[in-house]
């Protein structure tokens, strides 16, 4: 990682609106995007194909696999008409990896040390200029450390959860708004519990919590962090 690229980190509990604020940012800024939980999600979905067991204690041959599909991991991120296609070896799984089932997948898989450390030089590499905004649980902790721009994004479970019923029924989907509170909760536990670089806070992070706020309202405070560290 080099010090000198602008690095903006944008953490918090799954639902959150990370992904939509880290859109904005890099669409305001240039900067380019990691959106780590798409490379656990990735881990998870090939898991889940190979149908491996991740309920602890992993076997040691299912680790081994484990950190062969990390280090392996065939993906390209393409932009095209302001969407961001996700291609795993050609495949189009961009619509796939955002299903509840992969996301429960990925929330396992990321609480195992080798697939973490086995992430940690891919999701440093996307550090290029003019500049990155990276989305996850850990940027401001393990990944970036000294990112200019810390944020951690939080919310009720239950305000994240009406947020994602909001979604699904809009594109159709069927949705049940008691099942998706417990399942953020749950990861919410995995991800706060885990020993290896758990979701939390760093030191130095701008917490804001948006239960009562527009996205309008989190871009705006978020853009106004950046402005004030990077000369944009
Ligand atoms: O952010 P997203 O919901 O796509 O992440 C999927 C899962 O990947 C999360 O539930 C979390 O367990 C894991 N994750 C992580 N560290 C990150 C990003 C995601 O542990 N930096």
Known sequence: MSS????????GPSGVGKGTIC??????????????GSLYRLVGLLAG?????????????????????TKNIDVSYVEANGQLSIQLAGEEVG??????????????VAAIPEVRSALLARQRAFAEAPGLVADGR???????????VKIF???????????????????????????LVADLKERDERDM???????MAADDARIIDTSEMSIDAVA?????????RYDI
């Open 4 to 11: 000198e690229i602008p690095i903006i980190t944008l953490d």
């Open 23 to 36: 859109l904005r940012v890099a669409r305001a800024t240039g900067f380019h995007i990691l959106d780590s």
């Open 49 to 69: 194909r190979r149908k491996l067991t991740l309920e602890a204690p992993i076997a040691p041959e299912v680790l081994a696999q484990l950190s062969e599909i």
């Open 95 to 108: 619509e796939l990896i955002r299903d509840e089932a992969v996301a429960a997948l990925a929330s396992k």
């Open 138 to 148: 850990d940027m401001g902790t393990a990944i970036f450390p000294k990112a200019g």
């Open 153 to 179: 994004l939080t919310a009720s479970a239950e305000e994240r959860a009406k947020r994602r019923y909001k979604q699904l029924i809009e594109k159709g989907t069927d949705a049940n708004l008691a099942a």
């Open 193 to 199: 519990k885990r020993s290896a670089s758990p979701l």
């Open 220 to 228: 705006r405070e978020v853009m106004e962090l950046v402005a004030e």
